[in-house]
């Protein structure tokens, strides 16, 4: 805290030229700050500072105390906020002339925490060192009290004059001077009543006191009143009056003395007509009657007690609620009654009586046989035969108590039942007009539920600013609650940390007067409501899984079917450039035929991989080194304003793939599709990483599987892909490029590659923020040795050996016999399985068995199976539109098994039948 003193202080060190004069104008205003510090800390008014805005820029602990609030949190309030609108607009206005120059000093009354107080304030302008006024000081001195003191003199003072006017008798102030002489300075009103002079007449002359008083009685009274004002003890006499200047003969006069400064003695005292005291004695004797009457009748206990605590009268309920006789009661002493523990109660008893005339406590008594029982004790003074004593008044309460501990042990339960429901349980009021609900009453539950203190929920004005779904504001729920009947919804708590918290609730109106409380039960669903929308989404994922395999399956299915068509074109058209000399004008048209079948064959391949119908050679290897390889292509590939940037992991596990698959149709596809969504440039972001999937993961993932994977993130910072595009991403022919820029099949390829490698692929893009593949591929125990094919010459020898040749597809089987035949090789034709395992019989010897995979009646596994047994050294190539699971695992090719895809052209066919027929 820092005051306007600390101002000046640094001034005169910006302005300092001789030290030591400095020095000591510095001393002195430090000095000046800490007695303005603890004048500021120590004074008993409320002090405070505001700027021009008039907002609190410094307040002292007095002021804190009056609102209840730190410091902190008075600082930059306006008087509106502490005293109301009203209240605060007229503050502004007295303000406003101190900040004009004037000093205010003025009575106010404000409300503050719903009471009035009266304040004594004094404002002053607060002027900066060129006299500017920047704010003003203000000193508030609570009043309040004071001003109440004040009302209540004045109220006294109105109720004495009313007394003294109505008083039966009449009220007076004489006073006995040092030299004998008597004089009345004051006479109440009601004398006049009783044909006597008023105060004025009697204070001007004082001998009219000796003419109302009766000449035989004149020098008695004046020896009496002498005597006892030299004593200074009280007086209680009977006067005889002059009844020709009075319509009373007799009055008693009783009265106390107090000396003055003077050496004089002052009476005050009463003056009642004797008549009117004869009839008050009659009254109190009448009055006495009832009361035996009620106190012999009463039904609770009435004990009369000396001040020594003996027991000197007591009722016949008294008798009976403590077991004695009326004889017995009388002389027991209190504590003989009381239980031991309660003995100091007794003491408490008289004490109070003396100081406060009244007396209330529980305590515990005892009958005459021993036995206790709970009491309520209701004590007065009274005055019994002439003397002061106490009364009590005993109500037998046990069953009362009783009723109060099975009431407590009820509340008890049903406070357990509260804070152990799993259910938040509330109270709150509730506003018609503002729709407002504040909290009267919560569980435990309730409080967790909210994510705030159970004071941070007491102290707000309205639960409804905690939610960030609001029923309550609907009109439904306002109609029920004003017909008091019971409502039902769904609505969600904004907690602190940002969570959101659902939750059912119903809602008991009850109106107590003309106020509504909702009786609150809210059950936490957040669990049910993530886990239905956790449903909802592996519900999606699981239906787009489908769709994909059934995709898949039907790619894989038409690019089977179309690969034999596309080998009879291609072999057929390998056939006839064959047969063709090279000036053939028809050359060139059967070399596009063969061309537009390559490509279609390229297309099938993409298709069989999106299927995941592929024949693979996977090889256990780093994928680190194949990125390494692929950078410089890359690089090429995307162009040079494109920041290609990789981050190997480190010890990265080995995994299981085909690396021609990875390097050139995950890794580049996925290039060139970042390529095209950053025409002006951009950074493209290859890394991977070891990452283990969990069980929460997985079932998040209904595609994933849990274990141990090498991750694989391909990032870019292009245009980015909306939800719906995201939905569609992996489905062939799908593509956001023009038709002829794009078949449609990258990403599906490489959703088939990964997906046929026993791995998970994912996606995440926002529109303009670009995206993010990460594929998740399994890691490998360790690393083998890969099998690569050994160079092949190009050009083979005529063909000698003896081969079968089994194909169900008619077409396809006839340009397999011819290009083999053509190649000097004896073939042997068969549809079927069965014809040619017949075939085989009937021959013998056969060198070679070129079966497709999948045929009716027996597959080609099948086949070459029961062939090898009768004949264990041929040797068997399998041709197919795609692997099948007789030959395969997951489509993964084992070791030693030869196969040939379909389409493929003459040559291939032809290199691939030498090779098999050399191999040892």
Request: aromatic content about 8%; overall charge negative; charged content about 30%.
């Amino acid at each position: 805290m820092r005051f306007l003193s600390v101002k000046a202080n640094k001034k005169i060190k910006n302005q300092r030229q001789d030290t030591s004069k400095h020095k000591r104008a510095e001393e002195y205003l430090i000095k000046s700050e800490e007695y303005f510090r603890a004048i500021f800390e120590t004074a008993q008014d409320s002090i405070f500072i505001k700027d021009r805005e008039l907002k609190y820029v410094q307040v002292n602990p007095v002021m804190e105390r009056l609102f209840g609030l730190p410091e902190s949190e008075l600082i930059g309030k306006t008087d509106a906020e502490l005293f109301g609108k009203e209240a605060g607009q007229h503050i502004n206005e007295m303000d406003s002339r101190v900040l004009a120059g004037e000093i205010i000093e003025e009575e106010d009354t404000k409300p503050v925490h719903g009471s009035l107080y009266t304040f004594h304030v004094i404002k002053a302008p607060v002027r900066d060192s060129s006299g500017e006024i920047i704010g003003l000081c203000g000193i508030a001195r609570d009043i309040t009290d004071h001003k109440q003191a004040e009302k209540s003199l004045q109220e006294s003072q109105q109720k004495f004059a009313i007394m003294a006017e109505n008083v039966p008798g009449i009220l007076f102030r004489a006073v006995v001077h040092k030299d004998g002489s008597m004089t009345l300075p004051y006479v109440s009103p009601s004398a006049r009543k009783f044909g006597l002079y008023g105060a004025e007449e009697m204070s001007v002359q004082p001998e009219l006191l000796q003419v109302v008083i009766h000449p035989d009685y004149i020098e008695h009274f004046k020896e009496m009143t002498v005597a006892a004002s030299g004593k200074l003890e009280p007086i209680d006499w009977e006067v005889r009056l002059n009844t020709q200047f009075t319509n009373i003969e007799f009055i008693r006069v009783i009265a106390r003395p107090q000396a003055t400064a003077d050496g004089d003695v002052a009476w005050d005292g009463l003056a009642l007509d004797i008549a009117v005291s004869k009839r008050a004695e009659e009254a109190m004797r009448e009055s006495e009657e009832q009361y035996r009457a009620i106190f012999e009748s009463a039904t609770d206990a009435l004990l009369i007690f000396d001040f020594d605590g003996t027991v000197v009268e007591a009722n016949p309920a008294a008798c009976a609620t403590y077991g004695y006789s009326h004889e017995e009661m009388i002389g027991l002493s209190g504590k003989d009654i009381i239980q031991p523990n309660y003995y100091h109660l007794f003491e408490n008893f008289k004490e109070q009586i003396r100081t406060t005339g009244q007396f209330f406590a529980e305590s515990v008594d005892v009958r005459k046989d021993g036995s206790t029982f709970d009491i309520e004790v209701r004590g007065t003074s009274i005055t019994f035969k002439g003397k002061d004593h106490l009364m009590a008044l005993v109500r037998d309460i046990s069953e009362h108590k009783e009723a109060e501990k099975a009431l407590r042990e009820s509340e008890r339960r049903l406070r357990l039942i509260l804070e152990k429901a799993s259910d938040g349980i509330n109270i709150a009021e509730y506003d018609p007009r503002t729709y407002r609900r504040r909290l009267v009453m919560c569980n435990d539950r309730y409080v967790e539920m909210s994510g705030r203190s159970r004071e941070e929920l007491m102290a707000a004005d309205d639960l409804n600013r905690f939610a960030s779904e609001i029923e309550f504001y609907s009109q439904p729920f306002h109609e029920q609650t004003l017909k008091s009947l019971p409502s039902m919804g769904m609505s969600c708590w904004l907690r602190p940390d940002g969570e959101e918290n659902y939750y059912e609730w119903i809602a008991t109106p009850q109106k107590v007067g003309d106020k509504y409380h909702i009786i609150g039960i809210d059950r936490d669903i957040t669990d049910r409501k993530r886990a239905e929308e956790e449903k909802a989404e592996l519900q999606e994922q699981l239906r787009m899984a489908v769709k994909m395999e059934a995709i898949g399956r039907l790619a894989g299915g038409i690019a089977h079917d179309f690969n034999n068509m596309l080998a009879i074109i291609q072999g057929y058209a390998d056939l006839l450039l064959k047969a063709m000399s090279n000036d053939d004008r028809n050359r060139d048209d059967v070399e596009s035929i063969r061309i537009a079948a390559s490509r279609a064959a390229a297309l099938t391949r993409q298709l069989l991989a999106f299927g995941r119908r592929q024949a693979i050679r996977p090889e256990v290897l780093d994928l680190n080194e194949i990125i390494a390889d692929a950078d410089s292509m890359l690089q090429r590939i995307i162009g040079e304003d494109i920041e290609l940037v990789t981050k190997p992991g480190k010890d990265l596990w080995y995994v299981r793939v085909d690396p021609r698959q990875i390097e050139e149709q995950v890794i580049l596809n996925l290039a060139v599709n970042a390529r095209e969504a950053m025409p002006d440039g951009g950074k493209i972001t290859i890394a991977t990483a070891n990452i283990v999937l969990d069980e929460d993961y997985v079932r998040r993932h209904v595609e994933a599987a849990p274990g141990e994977y090498v991750m694989v993130v391909v990032g870019d910072t292009g245009t980015g892909m909306s939800e719906e595009i995201m939905s569609h991403v992996f489905e062939p022919f799908f593509s956001t490029k023009q038709s002829d820029k794009s078949s449609g099949l990258g990403l599906s390829t490489i959703y088939g590659i990964i997906k046929q490698s026993g791995g998970h692929i994912e996606v995440e893009s926002t529109p303009g923020q670009g995206s993010t593949f990460r594929m998740y591929l399994p890691r490998a125990e360790k690393p083998i040795k890969s099998t690569t094919d050994e160079a092949e010459p190009d050009q083979f020898g005529r063909g000698t050996e003896i081969i079968l040749v089994a194909e169900d597809e008619p077409s396809v089987r006839d340009l397999l016999c011819r290009i083999l035949r053509e190649a000097g090789y004896t073939v042997l034709e068969a549809s079927d399985g069965k014809e040619a395992i017949h075939e085989a019989t009937d021959e013998g010897r056969i060198h070679l068995l070129v079966t497709d995979v999948v045929m009716p009646h027996m597959s080609g596994k099948e086949l070459s199976d029961q062939i090898q047994e009768e004949h264990p050294n041929i040797k068997v190539l399998f041709v197919s539109g795609y692997t099948d699971n007789a030959i395969s695992h997951h489509r993964v090719l084992h070791k030693g098994v030869n196969f040939l895809a379909k389409p493929f052209t003459s040559a291939q066919l032809i290199r691939t039948v030498r090779r098999v027929l050399d191999t040892k």
